[in-house]
């Protein structure tokens, strides 16, 4: 195991690198910093020149790159075009939506794994053809849609929760925005937690268990649970950078300055710092999500060795 994980490491770095070369590459050389930085204005040419000079722009984009990589490393991701460094952004916005997806991802897993393991186990019974509808609901209605129904009706009509939440975003206020950034990838956890189960449910090691007469609580947890959970922990693994850098809707439905928040604040202002800084840091979260995930791998499944 502990060669299998250096392993993976070293192959992190190319991957890493690739990543934010390409990330680097289409903020920086498609669009223009300095004409972003004064929007509808025509800078000074000598103004636009020195601010040319200071950002290194005038430098090849490899060696902007490596500049960039170099400050990266001593904990310097730049500066925002307002003047705040772009490490008060990430300080101030990253615990938000970690906070955010954390409830998202504890519904996907109490909720999604549920109903996926019950309908499984109840295979063309009206209990599973009504989740099935349920979910097929979930996924063909667009989260903005679903995000500002729930906020007019928790929020406005029956005033369960607040319309809009705060700027110090307590986990309470989070569970609504959670449930919304959720819906979705829920829906699929539960539709390939049933057809994984199900799959498993005839599997030659569960009908053995039956047969030993082990109790039916022990034969779901211990042996149908634990391996049909492979293909869903892989999912919900890459989920979890997915929901951080795609929780720009959800929470600019409910007014979190999280990481979709600036993302799109970056995005809309042609704020290469910025976008360059947040995807970068998205990029480390999606490599150590999938590391933990293969390393869950040999937890769920003994019979996975890895050299």
Same mark, same amino acid.
């Given at each position: 195991?502990?060669? !299998?994980?250096?392993?993976?490491?070293l *192959?992190?770095?190319?991957?890493?690198?690739?990543?934010?070369?390409l990330?680097?590459f289409?903020?920086?050389?498609? +669009?223009?910093?300095?004409a972003?930085?004064?929007?509808?204005?025509?800078?000074?040419?000598?103004? &636009?020149?020195?601010?040319r000079?200071?950002?290194?722009?005038?430098?090849?984009?490899?060696? *902007?790159?490596?500049?960039y990589? +170099? #400050?990266?490393?001593?904990?310097?991701?730049g500066?925002?075009?307002?003047g705040?460094?772009?490490?008060?952004?990430?300080?101030s916005?990253?615990?938000?939506?970690?906070?955010?997806t954390?409830?998202a991802?504890?519904?996907? /897993?109490?909720?999604?794994i549920?109903?996926?393991?019950v309908?499984?186990?109840?295979?063309?019974?009206?209990?599973?053809?009504?989740?099935?509808?349920?979910?097929?609901?979930?996924?063909?209605?667009?989260?903005?849609v /679903?995000? !500002?129904v729930?906020?007019y009706l928790?929020g406005?009509?029956?005033?369960?929760?607040?319309?809009?939440?705060s700027?110090?975003a307590?986990?309470?206020e989070l569970?609504?925005?959670?449930?919304?950034? &959720?819906?979705?990838?829920? &829906?699929?956890?539960?539709?390939?937690?049933r057809?994984?189960?199900?799959? #498993?449910?005839?599997?030659d090691?569960?009908?053995?268990?039956?047969?030993?007469?082990?109790?039916?609580?022990?034969?779901?947890?211990?042996?149908?649970?634990?391996?049909?959970?492979?293909?869903?922990?892989t999912?919900?693994?890459?989920?979890?950078?997915?929901?951080?850098?795609?929780a720009?809707?959800?929470?600019?439905?409910? #007014?979190?300055?999280?990481?979709?928040?600036?993302?799109y604040?970056g995005?809309?202002? #042609?704020?290469a710092?910025?976008?360059?800084g947040f995807?970068?840091?998205?990029?480390?979260v999606?490599?150590?999500?999938?590391?933990?995930v293969?390393?869950?791998?040999?937890v769920?499944?003994?019979?996975?060795?890895?050299?």
């Amino acid at each position: 195991m502990g060669r !299998y994980v250096i392993r993976r490491l070293l *192959q992190m770095i190319p991957v890493f690198i690739g990543s934010t070369f390409l990330i680097f590459f289409m903020v920086y050389a498609l +669009g223009d910093p300095v004409a972003a930085l004064f929007g509808d204005r025509a800078p000074d040419p000598a103004t &636009a020149a020195r601010i040319r000079a200071d950002l290194h722009l005038n430098d090849p984009l490899w060696k *902007q790159y490596l500049l960039y990589m +170099g #400050n990266i490393f001593r904990g310097d991701f730049g500066t925002a075009f307002n003047g705040q460094p772009v490490t008060e952004l990430l300080r101030s916005a990253y615990p938000i939506t970690i906070r955010l997806t954390i409830v998202a991802i504890l519904f996907e /897993i109490v909720i999604g794994i549920t109903m996926g393991v019950v309908t499984g186990m109840k295979r063309g019974r009206p209990i599973d053809t009504g989740a099935l509808l349920l979910t097929l609901i979930v996924v063909s209605i667009p989260t903005f849609v /679903i995000g !500002y129904v729930l906020q007019y009706l928790f929020g406005v009509k029956l005033k369960w929760v607040s319309p809009s939440v705060s700027p110090s975003a307590p986990f309470n206020e989070l569970i609504l925005p959670g449930l919304v950034l &959720a819906l979705v990838s829920l &829906a699929y956890v539960t539709r390939l937690t049933r057809t994984s189960v199900a799959e #498993n449910t005839r599997a030659d090691y569960v009908r053995t268990a039956v047969a030993k007469g082990l109790p039916r609580r022990k034969v779901v947890v211990r042996h149908l649970l634990r391996n049909s959970l492979i293909p869903v922990v892989t999912f919900i693994g890459t989920d979890i950078g997915a929901l951080m850098g795609g929780a720009i809707v959800t929470e600019r439905i409910y #007014n979190i300055h999280g990481v979709g928040f600036q993302l799109y604040q970056g995005i809309l202002r #042609n704020n290469a710092p910025t976008v360059v800084g947040f995807v970068t840091i998205l990029v480390l979260v999606f490599l150590l999500a999938n590391l933990l995930v293969d390393l869950l791998y040999a937890v769920l499944d003994p019979r996975i060795r890895y050299a």
